[in-house]
């Protein structure tokens, strides 16, 4: 079967992809700061790696990807993605509390690309920017587009065009969130602060 087709077939380069049978484990990760004050904007990258038989049945390298990310918690804002090592890219829809439709595949007989066989391998990084006035736990992880099963595909041996999906058998996918405590500006608790200390000398 094509896997292109099969994981998202917008970004499907040229040539078609049989699908192997193998072990297979994808696990995808999100890095983000451990806290922010509110308000303030903070990048957030998306890494995934392969492990099983297949990284000594060919040559392996990251296929493609297609993904939603989201925020659940505190509500925030997306900057679209950045898709730096693909060379088929979808920077994706931002939406409130999500960035919809992040993509991008790759092809060693694509002309022009530069191919990577990184693993572990950067998907796509953006910009999050919490809600104006919230403060709490944010929680950012990635799931499937809606609609489709697999998430992500990797070249077993891109040299004969061998791909496997996250969904085929044998295969297995592991996400793996970030958590981003937001915590009232700084600004805004040194304004208190001065306020108070007016109040004091008054009463003095």
Not at 73 to 92: H, K, N, T, Y
Not at 165 to 181: E, L, Y
Request: aromatic share 8%; charged share 15%.
């Amino acid at each position: 079967m094509n896997s292109c087709g099969k994981l998202m077939g917008l970004l499907c380069s040229t040539g078609l992809a049989t699908t192997a049978a193998a072990d297979a484990v994808f696990n995808i990760w999100i890095e983000a700061p451990k806290q922010v004050e509110a308000g303030e904007s903070f990048n957030v990258s998306v890494w995934a790696e392969v492990s099983g038989s297949v990284l000594i049945e060919g040559e392996g390298a990251m296929h493609s990807f297609w993904t939603d990310m989201i925020a659940t918690g505190i509500g925030a804002e997306f900057s679209p993605a950045d898709v730096q090592f693909f060379c088929a890219r979808l920077s994706g829809t931002p939406e409130i509390g999500a960035l919809s439709g992040v993509g991008g595949s790759q092809n060693y007989y694509s002309p022009g690309c530069q191919f990577w066989t990184s693993n572990p391998q950067l998907l796509f990084e953006t910009v999050v920017t919490p809600i104006v006035g919230t403060s709490g736990l944010m929680e950012l992880s990635v799931q499937p587009v809606a609609g489709q099963d697999s998430m992500i595909d990797w070249w077993v041996d891109y040299m004969d065009s061998i791909s496997v999906a996250d969904t085929d058998p044998g295969s297995s996918r592991n996400i793996t969130p970030a958590t981003v405590r937001v915590v009232p500006s700084s600004g805004g608790v040194t304004v208190f602060a001065v306020a108070g200390l007016g109040i004091v000398r008054r009463r003095r």
